[in-house]
């Protein structure tokens, strides 16, 4: 579409049901008629489906003329954002083990750091995207990050001999010269997140790939985040709740993409491109006109967090159920069938919106 003699979509249609089928297949498609020329086209949206897995199913679409972009939508071309300066070197991706015997039980954490109380410090909370969606799975991962070899076996003996017989032998029959020359350090270490974190008590993280983009303070350095984990070296109440919001979990679909049915939150995009509202400035003091603004930010950021608080109260909560029960109740509120916001490339279009 980019090229000298362009191709243009003429008619699109970016989430369909696959109706029924021998397999009854549980994918959705997407369908494109290109023309050679610069045209424009239709673009056609989903409004509701029902009886997929029947011989009448009903599928009902709204059709309107646009010119259709490389994202099957009539939004702006977001291939033409770039990094903002401000957001650059804030948001990164979690660790990689490489290697499943750096992750101990809290029983096991308690044998290993005996006589050597430093050694807890070694073996934080280990984080994954399921226990930010879902429940804790109360894990802890031995990290030897910033120590040589000899250094690690001279501090904290237990921790060495422990990934010296549940890791070494894993990583010594790894391709990767690296992983087999560092066989007692994690894979990817993210000194850089590190750094960008060292200064905060607390920094908000999410779910790289989960059905509702959540957003949460988490401590550090007590807890360590795994690859599965975007983290973001802020840890201020009002980005909390901003990132909370509906535009930025709509900007963040527009931008990143998806893994099946999953939206994925790729940080490079959805964060570092995203423009923060001028209330997010830390340097506003009480004369200005937006700093009203901020309070109620910071107190909705709060709120929100200690929610999170009050769900480790209670074991058959979480969060994943609770959005899933607010999209049940926006779809009772709207009296139609609302697919879930994710699965949404337009707002609803019944009367009730």
Not at 140 to 145: E, G, S
Not at 223 to 245: F, K, P, T
Not at 251 to 265: I, Q, T
Request: aromatic residues 8%.
């Amino acid at each position: 579409m980019a090229a000298k003699h362009p191709l243009s979509l003429v008619f699109a249609v970016p989430d369909h049901p696959w109706l029924k089928a021998s397999d009854k297949a549980a994918v959705r498609i997407s369908m494109t008629v290109a023309e050679r020329g610069d045209h424009g086209g239709v673009l056609a949206v989903v409004l509701s489906e029902a009886g997929l897995n029947t011989d009448t199913p009903e599928v009902l679409l709204s059709t309107q003329e646009v010119k259709i972009s490389a994202r099957l939508s009539s939004s702006a071309n977001l291939q033409l954002l770039s990094v903002l300066a401000g957001n650059d070197l804030m948001a990164w991706q979690g660790c990689k083990l490489v290697g499943s015997g750096f992750l101990v039980s809290s029983a096991q954490r308690q044998t290993l750091s005996r006589g050597n109380g430093d050694a807890l410090l070694r073996m934080p909370i280990y984080i994954a995207g399921s226990d930010l969606t879902r429940r804790p799975q109360g894990r802890y991962a031995v990290d030897l990050t910033g120590l040589s070899e000899s250094q690690a076996r001279e501090q904290f003996p237990a921790l060495y001999q422990h990934v010296h017989d549940f890791v070494r032998p894993e990583r010594l029959s790894n391709r990767d010269q690296g992983f087999q020359e560092y066989w007692w350090l994690y894979g990817r270490r993210r000194p850089e997140m590190r750094d960008a974190f060292t200064a905060l008590s607390r920094v908000i993280v999410t779910s790289e790939v989960a059905k509702h983009q959540l957003f949460s303070f988490l401590e550090w350095p007590q807890n360590l985040i795994d690859g599965s984990v975007i983290g973001i070296a802020i840890d201020r109440a009002e980005c909390l709740a901003v990132l909370s919001s509906r535009s930025h979990v709509r900007w963040a679909l527009a931008v990143a993409g998806r893994l099946e049915d999953r939206p994925r939150y790729q940080h490079d995009t959805a964060f570092m491109q995203y423009p923060l509202p001028l209330a997010l400035d830390p340097k506003l003091t009480a004369n200005n006109a937006l700093y009203a603004q901020q309070e109620r930010l910071r107190e909705l950021g709060e709120r929100l967090d200690a929610l999170k608080q009050r769900l480790a109260e209670h074991p058959f909560l979480t969060m994943t159920g609770l959005y899933n029960m607010l999209e049940r109740i926006r779809e009772l509120e709207h009296g139609c069938d609302v697919p879930p916001l994710f699965m949404r490339p337009a707002p609803c279009q019944c009367a009730a919106s």
